[in-house]
């Protein structure tokens, strides 16, 4: 199973929005809306942002919203704080009843 | 409060053997689906293997087939690794995680395969 397609790096300024991509296959991302996003600070457990493509877990800033349209997901985070810099992992069921995700941002708040 | 503890971890000759653990506690541990998740130093996520709630599903990564072995004691709310014939490349932090999402994960325990 080969890994989610993800850009290595992205940023933007404080305030700003940017959009993290995540591209798959027909038989991952395209096949289920069961698309995960975590953010992971240096040294500190993988955190669960986003579930189901666009549900945010209690306690999630509604600054972070999910999306997908065929085989690619997207997160979009609005209004960019200092404190989201920070490494953002993609995930996806697949047709082989496993999980994969993708290889991860590193998102820098400028 | 949701909490996942991770021991086990440590240095491990390569071909050699570990067992990981994850003690559950907060909820109800046998009404969810739990994943082994790990990460190489500097490196992405990786997903290793889930079992459903009560044992009797598993599913594996292509890389860890044959070799680790996922079970759960419900009665003791504890998730296991066995892991076989390892490598170098099985170097990795290793985190135990609940359920849809995952949506919660533990602080994960330390695996080095290395002679």
């Known amino acids: 199973q080969s890994a989610l397609t993800q850009p290595a790096s992205v940023s933007g300024s404080p305030g700003q929005s940017i959009t993290i991509s995540c591209t798959g296959t027909?038989?991952?991302?395209?096949?289920?809306?069961?698309v995960s996003w975590f953010q992971q600070h240096p040294g500190k457990a993988p955190k669960l942002m986003i579930y189901?493509?666009?549900n945010r877990p209690s306690g999630v800033p509604d600054r972070f919203s999910g999306s997908k349209s065929g085989n690619t997901a997207s997160l979009t985070i609005s209004g960019l704080q200092a404190e989201d810099e920070a490494d953002y992992f993609c995930?996806?069921?697949?047709?082989?009843?496993?999980?994969?995700f993708g290889g991860g941002t590193k998102l820098t708040v400028l | 409060e949701v909490q996942l503890v991770e021991s086990g971890g440590g240095l491990v000759q390569p071909g050699g053997s570990l067992r990981l653990s994850c003690a559950a506690s907060?909820?109800?541990?046998?009404?969810?689906?739990m994943h082994w998740v790990r990460q190489a130093p500097g490196k992405g996520l990786v997903w290793v293997s889930r079992?459903?709630?009560?044992?009797?599903?598993?599913n594996y990564a292509d890389s860890v087939k044959g070799r680790f072995t996922i079970s759960r004691d419900n009665a003791k709310n504890t998730l296991y690794l066995q892991m076989n014939s390892l490598r170098a490349e099985d170097t990795a932090v290793y985190y135990c995680?609940?359920?849809?999402?995952?949506?919660?994960w533990g602080q994960g325990t330390l695996v080095t395969v290395s002679a």
């Open positions: 995680a609940r359920g849809t999402g995952p949506g919660y």
């Open positions: 907060g909820f109800t541990f046998s009404s969810y689906w």
């Open positions: 079992i459903n709630s009560d044992g009797s599903t598993t």
């Open positions: 027909s038989s991952d991302v395209g096949g289920y809306n069961y």
């Open positions: 189901e493509v666009s």
């Open positions: 995930s996806s069921y697949t047709s082989s009843s496993t999980v994969v």
